[in-house]
């Protein structure tokens, strides 16, 4: 687990526990005022009888869309905040201007009920204080496993200097910050003043990130050269790490870039993690539980295929070829067999084409209609794969098109899908490569679950079209 799995979470964790307990302040502040006898009666507003539970209980979602929107809006659901004396002041504006809001809305939605004005009040104090604690539980239970090396990036800085020295000592002096300096990488061998192991050169920057499993790069000295950082860019492109850098190299700022501070230390982060943390961990459910349903529905079209593949044409159903995914990752697609067995001896691995004569009469029909994907359920339910994401390359192809076509590593920053942005645009099959890799960057960039929802329902009507 790294550092931004770990801030996902957490946020995730706090919203949780916030609604836990805004519906909670409910319930005791209508106790406190109504049955523990604490509240005097000539200052109560509300006269008349005790007011059922149950009138109380249906103010729960309401209050909590309120709190929710309101904490979101005042950005206390950010993973940089800590419970300081700030946040706690942060947290007294979100009281007030929530409990104007509740009080509004009861006076539109609810104006023919007559709700305690005292219950509305206690449950707002309960609200601030308790989600004051929370935050201050989970930020202390955040540095505690920080401490313990547990959601820590483990990260290297890229070239040595003085200017270095006090960003190293920066991170050191902070066991908490959700970094692990692992090393040195720099041109010159000479780093012993760093106090830090010294890795190796950039030209072996892959192997180095790979071998010591480095989450961040930070570039952290003017010294280090254009073309070093754009190799360093380059290198690194088919692998998931982040990449940051101190902004006095500007000339490398463009769109998508964010500067964060560290001990009032601007760092420049010029490349971004795609699809991690919380959202990784919905994505793949999604993955898990789609692919588990379709293959559960569709088992018995399954079996009819691979039944007719096997009385139309000698050899198996299933047909097995070895591909790229995420961070070079080789793994085994599976596919209904469309072609004749043996059909890449004869010409090796080549992309197939709509009247491709290595097909079969039956294997023309799977494919136009993406019968013959079906198999790839199995590979998104194992983790190979996800739904959504660049198609999977032949492992045969990659050395060439790494060559050939600008960054087109960049596609194995996240997982392979069995459709993809590409595809829903009409970019399937033997179609241009570089239009593929500008459309799959363009997925990586600006992804979302509604991206991903948007993508599944134009492959459906595609499929109905048959767009093979």
């Known amino acids: ?48 009888g005790t007011p059922p539970l149950d009138d109380y209980f249906r103010l729960i979602p309401l209050m909590a869309i309120i709190w929710l929107m309101t904490l979101k809006a005042l950005k206390l ?38 709700y305690s004005r005292w219950v509305m009040l206690l449950a707002s104090g309960f609200s601030l204080v308790w989600l004051f604690l929370g935050r201050l539980v989970l930020y202390r239970f955040r540095q505690a496993i920080h401490i313990q090396g547990v959601g820590v990036n483990r990260a290297a800085v890229i070239g040595y200097e003085a200017r270095v020295e006090k960003f190293i000592n920066a991170l050191n002096t902070r066991p908490n910050s959700g970094y692990k300096l692992v ?84 760092i420049l982060r010029l490349r971004e993690n795609p699809i991690q ?66 059909a890449e001896e004869e010409v090796g691995h080549v992309w197939a084409k709509s009247d491709d004569p290595r097909q079969t009469p039956l294997g023309k029909f799977l494919r136009r209609w993406s019968l013959d994907e079906l198999p790839q359920f199995f590979n998104v339910l194992k983790g190979d794969m996800s739904l959504i994401g660049p198609r999977p390359e032949m492992s045969g192809l990659i050395d060439t098109f790494r060559e050939s076509i600008p960054h087109y590593l960049a596609r194995q920053r996240v997982k392979s899908g069995m459709t993809g942005w590409a595809q829903v645009n009409g970019l399937r099959g033997n179609t241009s490569l570089e239009e593929r890799v500008s459309y799959d960057r363009y997925y990586i960039e600006n992804w979302s679950l509604g991206l991903d929802i948007k993508i599944i329902l134009k492959t459906l009507w595609a499929i109905m079209k048959g767009y093979r």
Request: with cysteine; aromatic share 10%.
């Open 1 to 48: 687990m790294n550092n931004k799995t770990l801030d996902h979470l957490l946020i995730t964790f706090t919203v949780l526990f916030d609604l836990c307990f805004v519906a909670t302040a409910i319930v005791v502040a209508y106790w406190v005022r109504f049955e523990s006898g604490w509240t005097p009666e000539a200052l109560a507003l509300h006269k008349g």
């Open 77 to 114: 659901y950010r993973p940089e905040n800590n419970a300081t004396l700030s946040m706690f002041w942060s947290l007294c504006k979100a009281t007030v201007i929530a409990l104007i809001a509740t009080l509004a809305a009861l006076f539109f939605i609810y104006h023919h009920d007559a």
């Open 183 to 266: 090393g040195i990488i720099d041109e010159a061998t000479n780093v012993d003043g760093s106090g830090l192991q010294y890795l190796g050169k950039t030209q072996d920057i892959l192997g180095l990130v790979q071998t010591h499993r480095l989450d961040t790069l930070f570039i952290a000295s003017p010294t280090v050269s254009n073309n070093i950082i754009l190799q360093i860019l380059h290198d690194c492109e088919g692998i998931p790490v982040q990449i940051n850098m101190l902004p006095e190299l500007s000339e490398f700022i463009r769109s998508g870039t964010a500067i964060t501070f560290f001990d009032d230390i601007p």
């Open 277 to 342: 943390g919380i959202q990784s961990i919905v994505k793949r459910l999604i993955d898990i539980l789609f692919s588990l349903f379709a293959l559960i529905v569709l088992s018995p079209l399954m079996l009819a295929i691979a039944i007719a593949i096997r009385l139309t044409s000698p050899g198996k159903a299933l047909f097995r070829q070895e591909r790229v995914g995420r961070a070079g990752k080789r793994f085994h697609i599976y596919k209904f067999r469309s072609m004749r067995v043996n």
